[in-house]
């Protein structure tokens, strides 16, 4: 049963095949998406479809490594490998030695190729959460190793906030799922869906009072409801405060930490500011891209608005948009489908585990993809304001994919070993 | 830990939810809003017109007079411009360095990505030197088009010209005509304007996001091909245009010729003119103010739009009615004294000749205006005294038919209809019952209160030839292949005149030419049959106009020919009318007894001084001093019987011609 030598053995082979799924249908959109007559031929390393070919197969070769490896000392090393990759975000930081690309001060050169160190941060940290979460007497419930937790979840957040990247920042903020499943009150999530919505709504509507009484009349029908419970009262009646508070807070909030571009992104998704020329014009022509899809898609190659190059970045961030032009509503629900059943499947292999480590490991990793794929695809459809963050394993990109390779490649290797001792 | 086993399933179940919110919102946008397609549509197809050529014009014999001719234009992308030797350019396409700037601003106005025109319609020599180094020039192209060409130079108020399309024909147009497209806009250019600029082709092109084409929409399958203008075979005869352009060189006049047969118009000379070519190329709209501002309006389409009193070479036509109406028969005589009794005036014959017994031939022959003036009393007298409005009424509708105070309906723009007074215009005037023959009087000479165009004049003649009937005037003989292009072109309309009463007063015109007033133009071995004018103008020297048709039995051409202030009919309308004849029926023109030749003719210089005060077209009013007065005393008289001041002035102006009897011809 537990021959360590059949390194397939045990292996899921469902992720394993999703995995291949969705890079495959990622190069065939990179291909697409870049396509220049010109360079008609398939591996050609001057392309992108020829880099990401490559580093297709270099994933494919990590990915095997990473199966071969011995995983039970991976729990023992994840804080040495949460220090390196916390020391490489700092040493992107400094002038000279971190390559600049796209306004992001987020790369290392290596020569044959740059790195992304932040694409590995989300490895490690989860590593080092799930190994501190897995060890005994810790419970997220006490103020002492939910600051841990926090901490260890903070740390290169504000590393690469630096850069800034903030798509990669808010990757970060993804694993509260990890910490609620393992104890956190529902009420982080609940209030955080609050502070969300009051955010949104403030800026939608410009009249703060309207707000406020709305709020105050909700509070008043849950105050009721909640008669007799005393303690239920008390919170609510804080709450309604803190949200009215929070109502005359988030414009000076809002105009005061964000930078220019930032509140011109969030103005076009809002519907504040039609605008399709300068801000909003990525945007406006990705949605152009996936609605003129319809059913079954432009075909193959046939996209006007990919082959002809109106939307910009297509290759990496806005990827999607090749999938809803030439594959129609038919690829979007194939890519969306593949995508949840992924993350189902993560959570069916992070609850078959034995051991704590394993399991919030998976439940990191879970977050991680769900995160990517959700802010990525809302990007392309409008939903969200532009954040530069890439469509995992499918957008174009060496790190993402290698990053996000042996972030599965991880799990599948500890999920192979769940019957072992550990 | 696993005390928390059951949050997997809000987790899960969070997944799902936010897999079906995308699923939702990408059903939305893919599935109902139908929008985004039409964004994609329009993002990348361009439609782009493709221009057919315009339809040359030919003339009888298929000489060509509108061709198209090749020109590059110079166009510009300024986006895609880089670094260059820019005083070569502007020395290539001969502009200066201050032009280049100012093109070049306009064209990144007007879009920094999208081609427009830096210069246009380069001759081909430049175009040439210029071909072989456009790679020297990124962002520049060379773009070919074509051109009116005028390979005889000749015909221009003919033929008209094309030119930019304005903002009102462009909102008539119902979204045809676009800024910058091109449109006939005077003469044939204009009348058959749609036959002439064939139909538009669209291709509708891809462009990428920086608007570089990229092929054709759907594999030019909505693409539709540029159909080419007609070939329009026009009526006219290059030969006797050229030559009668020549002969009407230097003078303000017309010449227009029809073949009575058909009513086709062989020549149409409106002088003075231009060479039309000069309104195409770079120098266009310099030449056009320059042509636009000459006093002497070579822009004025003379042989419709100038009018002019027809004079004596209105006679036979007065005769033939007289005839018809049975007022006089050919054998009627009238003994001229030198004068005529009309009322209590005395009317002296032209030069106070004494012309004796004549008969209506002989009074047609040497002009006697005592025998018309006499036939004309006749005819206003002929229902009674008392009712001198209702036999005017009478005899104008006679005049009517021929064509005269009514438009012919050429088939060009801006034709005139000329003008012939009404019995009511009289009993506005002279109130009532207080006109008679004898006030109205000079109207049977053709003077006073008729007008009439060039080509009204050459119509009748072709009336007379056709002994009763012309078919409308035209200029256009075919459009393609099509033979008939329109039904009326080949109607007959009759005059109201019995073709046996044409002989005597036709009689009395071939004797014009051989012994009477147009002696001097006769051509040997053909009978050409005539009628001099000597048309006042109220000021200068008289119109010399002469009208004719030849040969006398089967007739090919009818012609009138007008010189302003040339003098005499006998002067110089009817030289320049028998030369032209000449040329038409024999492809020569032969030695004369008289010892003319056109040459004398080519060269004369009649152009008169005052034309820049007094533009052609507008009436002839009084300048003496004479005139003014009565002018003025008439004024005060009939002050209360003319209501609107404008009105009034207008028919002060009639008015004071009445006055001017003096010796006719």
């Not at chain 2, 012994?515 to 004018?533: E, F, H, L, Y």
């Amino acid at each position: 049963m537990n021959n360590q030598r059949s390194f397939f053995f045990n292996v899921d082979w469902v992720t394993v095949f999703i995995y291949l799924a969705l890079c495959t249908i990622g190069w065939f959109n990179i291909y697409a998406a870049v396509l220049d007559p010109e360079h008609a031929s398939m591996i050609d390393t001057h392309t992108r479809y020829g880099s990401q070919f490559i580093f297709m197969m270099i994933a494919f070769v990590v990915a095997i490594v990473i199966l071969l490896l011995e995983s039970r000392f991976l729990s023992a090393l994840a804080p040495a490998f949460y220090v390196i990759t916390v020391l490489l975000l700092m040493t992107v930081l400094i002038p000279g030695v971190g390559r600049n690309v796209g306004g992001n001060q987020a790369w290392i050169d290596l020569g044959f190729m740059r790195l992304q160190p932040s694409e590995f941060a989300k490895y490690t940290t989860c590593l080092l959460l799930a190994r501190y979460l897995s060890g005994t007497n810790i419970k997220v419930t006490e103020i002492k190793s939910f600051l841990i937790a926090g901490g260890i979840i903070l740390l290169p957040m504000i590393l690469i906030k630096k850069q800034p990247d903030d798509g990669s920042t808010l990757v970060f903020c993804s694993l509260i799922f990890v910490l609620y499943r393992e104890g956190l009150s529902p009420w982080f999530l609940i209030v955080t869906g609050v502070i969300i919505l009051l955010f949104v709504l403030s800026l939608i509507i410009p009249n703060p009072w309207y707000l406020v009484s709305a709020l105050i009349a909700a509070g008043f029908l849950l105050m009721y409801f909640y008669r007799r419970n005393r303690q239920m009262l008390l919170g609510l009646l804080i709450g309604t405060v803190l949200a009215i508070g929070l109502v005359f807070a988030i414009r000076p909030i809002y105009n005061r930490s964000l930078n220019a571009y930032q509140k011109d992104r969030i103005a076009v998704v809002l519907g504040i500011t039609h605008d399709t020329r300068h801000v909003g014009y990525n945007q406006n022509q990705s949605k152009i891209a996936i609605g003129s899809g319809r059913m079954w898609g432009k075909g193959y190659l046939k996209g006007t608005q990919t082959q002809y190059s109106f939307v910009p970045e297509q290759s990496t961030d806005f990827i999607f948009c090749t999938i809803g032009e030439e594959w129609g509503f038919a690829g979007s629900i194939v890519v969306v489908g593949l995508y949840l059943s992924l993350l189902i499947r993560i959570i069916v292999i992070a609850e078959r585990q034995r051991s704590p480590f394993s399991r919030i490991y998976a439940y990191g990793v879970a977050s991680v993809i769900f995160f990517h794929f959700f802010i990525n695809i809302s990007m392309t459809i409008g939903f969200m304001p532009v954040i530069g963050i890439p469509l995992p394993l499918i957008s174009y990109g060496g790190s993402s994919l290698l990053s996000f390779t042996i972030l599965l490649f991880t799990l599948i290797k500890l999920d192979s070993n769940r019957m072992g001792i550990v | 830990m696993n005390s928390f086993f059951a949050r997997r399933y809000v987790i899960t179940g969070i997944f799902i939810t936010v897999a079906l919110i995308l699923l939702a919102r990408l059903f939305y946008m893919q599935i109902i809003d139908d929008r985004y397609l039409l964004f994609a549509k329009n993002n990348v197809v361009r439609p782009q017109i493709v221009y057919p050529a315009r339809g040359p014009i030919l003339d009888r014999r298929g000489v060509i007079l509108v061709g198209n001719q090749p020109v590059y234009d110079v166009m510009i992308t300024p986006k895609l411009v880089k670094a260059f030797d820019t005083l070569e350019f502007c020395r290539l396409i001969g502009i200066d360095k201050e032009g280049f700037d100012k093109r070049y601003k306009k064209a990144y106005k007007h879009s920094p990505r999208l081609q427009s025109v830096f210069e246009g319609q380069l001759s081909t020599i430049t175009s040439a030197s210029l071909q072989e180094r456009m790679y020297e020039f990124p962002g520049f192209d060379l773009v070919l088009r074509t051109v009116r060409s005028y390979p005889d130079s000749s015909a221009a108020q003919f033929l008209g010209y094309i030119g930019e399309v304005n903002d009102a024909r462009i909102a008539k147009s119902g979204g045809y005509y676009r800024q910058g497209d091109y449109i006939g806009i005077s003469g044939v250019e204009s009348s058959y304007e749609p036959e002439l600029r064939g139909t538009r082709g669209v291709q509708n092109l891809m462009v990428d996001s920086r608007g570089a084409a990229k092929g054709h929409f759907a594999d030019g399958a909505y693409d539709t091909a540029a159909v080419a203008g007609e070939r329009l075979t026009s009526s006219l005869d290059s030969r006797i245009q050229k030559l009668g352009e020549r002969l009407m060189a230097n003078k303000v006049g017309s010449i227009v010729a029809i073949e009575p047969s058909t009513g086709e118009i062989l020549c149409f000379v409106s002088s003075p003119t231009y060479n039309p070519n000069q309104l195409v190329g770079r120098q266009r709209s310099e030449n056009y103010s320059e042509l636009n501002q000459d006093p002497y309006k070579p822009f004025l389409v003379r042989p419709i739009q100038a009018r002019y009193q027809p004079g004596s070479s209105f006679k036979p036509l007065d005769a033939l009615i007289a005839i018809q109406e049975g007022v006089i028969t050919p054998q009627t005589t009238y003994n001229c004294p030198g004068y005529y009794i009309a009322g209590n005036r005395r009317i002296q014959c032209f030069h106070g000749e004494v012309h004796g017994t004549v008969n209506l031939a002989s009074a047609v022959a040497h002009s006697c205006n005592g025998y018309f003036f006499m036939v004309f009393e006749k005819l206003i007298n002929q229902k009674g005294p008392k009712y001198t409005d209702t036999s005017f009424t009478l005899w104008r509708d006679k005049v009517l038919k021929f064509g005269i105070a009514r438009k012919l309906n050429i088939d060009l723009p801006g034709e005139n209809s000329g003008f012939l007074a009404t019995s009511a215009f009289y009993d506005k005037w002279y109130k009532r019952g207080g006109w008679r023959s004898s006030t109205v009087i000079s109207l049977g000479i053709g003077q006073s209160e008729i007008l009439a165009t060039p080509l009204q004049l050459a119509n009748i003649e072709a009336t007379i030839a056709n002994r009763g009937f012309f078919y409308k005037p035209h200029l256009i003989k075919s459009i393609g292949d099509k033979q008939i292009i329109k039904k009326e072109y080949t109607e007959r309309n009759y005059v109201g005149i019995d073709s046996g009463y044409f002989a005597p007063v036709i009689d009395g015109m071939q004797a014009v030419v051989e012994r009477g007033t147009a002696v001097g133009v006769r051509i040997p071995g053909i009978i050409m049959c005539g009628k001099t004018g000597t048309a006042q103008t109220g000021h200068g020297e008289d119109n010399s106009v002469f009208v004719a048709f030849a040969p006398r039995d089967n007739p090919k051409i009818a012609i009138a020919v007008v010189v302003e202030h040339g003098g005499q009919g006998a002067t110089w309308a009817a030289p320049i009318a028998s030369f032209i004849v000449e040329k038409y029926l024999r492809d020569s023109i032969s030695r004369r007894p008289s010892g003319i030749t056109p040459d004398y003719y080519m060269n004369k210089n009649l152009l008169p001084a005052i034309v820049a005060k007094t533009p052609p077209g507008k009436k002839p009013s009084a300048d003496s001093l004479k005139k003014a007065a009565v002018l003025d005393s008439l004024k005060k008289l009939k002050q209360k019987q003319v209501a609107a001041a404008n009105k009034k002035a207008a028919l002060l102006k009639q008015a004071a011609m009445l006055y001017k009897h003096k010796g006719n011809e």
